[in-house]
């Protein structure tokens, strides 16, 4: 029970775009099924050790409020003879989970992003014409919208394609700060009662738009006879080709400064959100990577932060699994969580705890401390110290 409530917590992020997928957008259902189970085995990964916990609360839990445990004590059973089995199948879901995050879980998530470039090219595929669609960027202020009258019934080529790209230019440190300091100046203003200052907040205010207004914003526009859009699955790329052309580049603040490029050919990718080498060749990101590819990058000393972090979660969270079962055994004793309720209540506080030690340290180690390793091992640390005190002191009395 608590292994599904969790697991869907965690997907429920990705049912919206699922669906979008199968219901708006004409994706394949097996493809987006296949998608669903190669993602599956990253979330269990997350949702094992938090439904562990659950199981361990309300099991133990349920035998301490039936008495069970007193008659076990009267009985002069050492309780370890019944809370051994429970850290050994911990121990084994921990080495487990190890084995499928070196293995199996980077694999599947390397097929995950292959069959979204599958479902992503399918999709484009069927863009019906006279109709205009808006690709996705991975830079923040920019937008491209796509469109194309028909489609050839002989050679199934889209043609008079228009790609419509907008950027509009992040604004420098010191323009930031000069707003920033402006919106204060004007804020501790208008907060004064005296009507004399009213004008000095209008000008303020005129600023401050102008400010705004001072971003650029660049457009280009691709205009183009023909077209086709193809998908190297194995490269993770989609590419649309184009044939006779040109490319219109403007700025809006300066409309007469106008450039126009011809082509005969033109190749533009469309997957921008991917990591890609200079020589554009598809780069898997950390949570791809086998443990071998991890240490080699780790070794070039070349932004190692990330893929240390990547390294250390992989061995991190399963332990989470004796960590948790540490601490939940003398817990539900004491605390006797018979209620489902009560037993997710303690559960989140728990979870809530440890990943949010854990987040600290994966922050810690993206920007390359030193002492990322021990902070990201830390919660496991804490809460099996804690548990193993609890423990004793539950064992002994």
């Known amino acids: 029970m608590g292994l599904g409530v969790f697991t869907f917590v965690f997907l ?42 659950v199981a361990i609360l309300m099991s133990v839990g349920r035998l301490s409020a039936d008495r069970e445990i007193i008659a076990v004590r009267m009985s002069g059973v ?26 199996l879980v980077p694999h599947l998530n390397l097929r995950a992003t292959d069959l979204a470039t599958q479902i992503e090219f399918n999709v484009l595929s069927s863009i019906p014409p006279n109709r205009f669609f808006e690709l996705e960027t991975s830079k923040e202020g920019q937008s491209s919208v796509f469109f194309y009258e028909r489609r050839n019934p002989t050679t199934n080529q889209m043609e008079h394609i228009n790609i419509k790209t907008t950027i509009e230019e992040d604004l420098s440190a010191e323009d930031e700060a000069r707003q920033e300091q402006l919106r204060e100046k004007m804020k501790k203003l208008a907060q004064s009662q005296d009507p004399a200052l009213k004008s000095e907040v209008s000008k303020l205010k005129r600023a401050v738009d102008q400010a705004q207004r ?66 554009g060749a598809y780069e ?11 240490r080699q990058k780790i070794s070039e000393r070349l932004k190692s932060g990330k893929y240390r972090t990547e390294l250390f979660q992989r061995f991190s969270i399963p332990l989470a699994c004796i960590a948790f079962a540490l601490v939940a055994i003398p ?31 994966i922050s810690l180690g993206k920007t390359g401390s030193g002492v990322a390793g021990f902070a990201i091992f830390f919660p496991n640390i804490l809460l099996a110290l804690i548990g193993s005190l609890l423990m004793y002191r539950t064992v002994m009395k």
């Open 78 to 103: 050492n309780l370890m003879h019944i809370f051994a089995p429970i850290l050994v199948v911990a121990g084994l879901l921990s080495a487990l989970m190890i084995g499928a995050n070196i293995s």
């Open 214 to 279: 001072s971003r650029r914003v660049r457009e280009s526009l691709i205009a183009a006879s023909r077209g086709e859009i193809r998908a190297d699955i194995t490269a993770r790329l989609i590419t649309l080709e184009l044939t006779n052309g040109s490319i219109h580049y403007v700025d809006v603040d300066r409309p007469t400064n106008y450039n126009v490029i011809k082509f005969d050919h033109f190749t533009k990718g469309i997957r921008p959100r991917m990591s890609r080498t200079d020589e």
């Open 284 to 294: 898997k990101t950390p949570r791809e990577m086998t443990v071998a590819e991890l």
């Open 331 to 361: 817990l539900a004793v004491y605390v006797r969580p018979t209620a489902k309720a009560i037993a997710f209540g303690i559960s989140f506080f728990l979870i809530f705890l440890y990943y949010g030690l854990l987040n600290y340290g």
């Open 12 to 53: 429920v992020g990705q049912l919206y775009r699922l669906i979008d997928l199968l219901m708006t957008s004409g994706a394949s259902p097996l493809l987006v099924g296949q998608l669903v189970l190669s993602l599956l085995p990253g979330i269990l990964s997350l949702t094992t050790p938090m439904a562990l916990l």
